[in-house]
């Protein structure tokens, strides 16, 4: 982050001690176990931050009926010194299936919801 804000890593971490923020205390991210993720990591990143010219950049992942959750009990939130909390028990609302972009170079994020729908047969 240092570095991207063109700063040192002492601003940083007083910038956060004074937010009570403690991202590394984060237990969520999940890496995958492929052998190869981090040359995989590498190109997909690569790709985005330095595209070959006239290059459109793809990315496409199956996400066809997603759950929709909604947690049992509403998280405490952030404060100095602790990461929000969440609960880790659901109530499941059925599925979507959701269709989405993002325009890297606008940010701009393109997205719509289909129904839920059954195969029918048709006479």
Known sequence: M???MRT???????????AGLKPHLSKHFKVSNDPH???????????Y??????????????KNSIQ???RTQPGLPM??????????DY????????FAALNTATGEVIGECKKRHRYEVMR
């Not at 040192?8 to 004074?18: E, T, Y």
């Not at 993720?37 to 790709?47: A, H, Y």
Request: aromatic share 8%.
């Open 8 to 18: 040192n890593q002492s601003f940083v971490n007083r910038v956060w001690q004074q």
């Open 91 to 98: 109530k499941r609302y059925g599925t979507s299936t959701l």
């Open 2 to 4: 240092a570095r991207e």
């Open 68 to 70: 929709a959750l909604d």
């Open 37 to 47: 993720f981090e040359e995989k990591l590498q190109d997909v990143i690569g790709l």
């Open 79 to 88: 404060k100095k010194g602790r990461c929000g909390t969440l609960t880790h």
């Open 49 to 62: 931050m330095n595209p070959p010219e006239k290059a459109v950049v793809f990315c496409v992942d199956e």
